[in-house]
């Protein structure tokens, strides 16, 4: 939230639950979302472009595919071609490689083409609790090489200075919220199992605010400032002019 614009307000529900007062938000709608204010002209960061109107006219999120159900139809294909599904599992070990490794900026000195891998034990046991190495990170890799596309979900500690936790989302389970009217940009991972085979109902929906980076100071700000504690994250080859990247080879 830009701290320039002192009549900036977030608006939230007070409920009564279990006899405590609590903050909520309504189910997923087009008028709804973190505010993340207009980009002033001291913000140089990029201004969002337009998506194809056809993806959103008559849906409350943004299609995946003329059926919505583009990445489980994809899946399913490769299944059945068994050179296929090799080769998806040949290009997630070329991902994975020797694993994770990381350095300390410091080692970047003496030699930056090859530094020291770091041992850290706050580290070793974050990886370890998050299941890094075995469950979270040839997930990822897997969507990615599926669809071009992988969602994820940051918890961050209670003082909001670290994030805790890591989990990965199915791509097949997870759509992107409307292109909000007013900031021409997805505010909200929107994540139901049944987004698999069907259109789930609003009950079904589970919605998380969708980091925003190129717009991140703003994005922290009212994420931290309307009382959450987690955020979505998607990653993406950049093909152009849509929600999601599209592969190239898509068609066959």
């Not at 405590?20 to 087009?30: E, I, K, S, V």
């Not at 034990?121 to 890094?132: G, S, V």
Request: a neutral charge.
């Amino acid at each position: 939230m830009n701290k320039a614009d002192k009549n900036q307000k977030i608006t939230l529900d007070i409920i009564q639950v279990d006899g405590n007062l609590t903050a909520a938000y309504n189910p997923p709608t087009n008028n709804i979302g973190i505010p993340v204010p207009g980009i002033p002209s001291t913000d140089y960061s990029p201004t969002p472009g337009a998506v194809p109107v056809q993806e959103q006219l008559g849906w409350r999120w943004a299609r995946w595919g003329e059926n919505d159900r583009w990445p489980t139809t994809t899946r399913l294909k490769i299944e059945n071609v068994p050179i296929a599904g090799r080769t998806i599992n040949q290009l997630v070990n070329m991902l994975y490689g020797n694993g994770i490794a990381y350095y300390r900026n410091s080692d970047l000195g003496s030699d930056p083409t090859q530094p020291s891998r770091a041992y850290i034990p706050a580290i070793e046991n974050w990886l370890r609790q998050n299941r890094i190495h075995t469950q979270f990170i040839t997930a990822q890799f897997q969507d990615f090489r599926y669809s071009w596309n992988a969602f994820s979900e940051l918890v961050f500690s209670k003082d909001r200075k670290l994030i805790t936790n890591i989990y990965h989302k199915t791509a097949e389970h997870c759509r992107l919220s409307q292109q909000d009217e007013n900031e021409l940009r997805s505010l909200w991972l929107l994540y139901s199992p049944d987004f698999a085979y069907q259109q789930p109902a609003n009950e079904r929906i589970r919605q998380i605010p969708l980091y925003q980076w190129d717009a991140e100071e703003e994005f922290m700000a009212a994420l931290f400032g309307a009382g959450f504690h987690k955020m979505a994250w998607h990653s993406r080859y950049p093909t152009a002019g849509n929600y999601y990247a599209r592969p190239y080879w898509m068609g066959l």
